[in-house]
């Protein structure tokens, strides 16, 4: 029953986040895992799961501090639960905390631990396949935190690996393609090539347009 319970007040978390009730949504999820550690025990996939939720609770408050040790708990819980730690569920859970943890120490500014933790994810989101959408999403995480660190030729490498994979994946004029478009232009332009970054920015916003309509603030 305590878990089934979870499962509610997760459900009810991530609808609380969709709609802006961060507060709402934090106390739903640390409810929830509350339930789940009491049934489970604190080392298993549920509890490191709910923890991201959290982290990333956390993280749409802004409250990167506390992000970051909510995502290093979770860490922790998967790094001891080891050989046991096994299957898709594992590997989405992992893969999740791993490109959080990038993220967090990303904006923190902690270039080489966000590199470590992405180049992790990657490793995980490869055993979905070379040519897989976590894989594609894993490099363009990557990708970010080189633009932001300058290291413009690893970023656009990476982000051409992502757009060739996602084309093969979801189409040419996808919105999934226009983000990677966007990003290409975007890390042209931050190297100073804005002839080259023309190209693949009205690409994006073409696509954008497509899909949205023209009055969609993302078009």
């Known amino acids: 029953m305590s878990t089934e ?3 509610e007040l997760q459900e009810l978390a991530w609808s609380l986040q969709a709609q802006g009730e961060l507060e709402q949504a934090f106390q739903a999820a640390s409810e929830a895992l509350i339930l789940i550690e ?3 025990g604190a080392l298993s996939l549920d509890a490191a ?28 819980v998967e790094d001891a639960l080891g050989q046991e730690h096994a299957g898709e569920d594992a ?9 959080l943890l990038g993220e967090l120490h990303r904006i923190k500014g902690n270039y080489l631990e966000a590199e470590a933790h992405l180049l992790r994810g990657l490793a995980t989101a490869r055993e979905f396949g070379v040519d897989s959408s976590e894989a594609a999403g894993a490099e363009n995480d990557l990708a970010v935190l080189y633009k932001y660190w300058g290291r413009f030729e690893q970023a656009l490498a990476l ?3 992502a757009l060739e994979k996602v084309r093969a994946i979801h189409g040419d004029d996808s919105l999934e393609s226009a983000t990677l478009f966007h990003n290409i232009g975007g890390v042209l332009h931050s190297r100073g090539d804005f002839a ?3 190209q693949p920015a009205r690409k994006a916003w073409d696509i954008s347009r497509q899909h949205l309509g023209e009055d969609e603030p993302r078009a």
């Open 5 to 7: 319970r979870a499962i």
């Open 159 to 161: 982000y051409s690996s």
């Open 91 to 99: 590997a989405r859970i992992c893969l999740k905390t791993a490109t």
């Open 38 to 40: 009491a049934s489970e």
């Open 49 to 76: 799961n709910l923890l991201n939720d959290l982290v990333e609770i956390e993280r749409d408050r802004e409250r990167h501090a506390a992000a970051l040790v909510l995502a290093e708990k979770a860490l922790s």
């Open 196 to 198: 080259a970054a023309e």
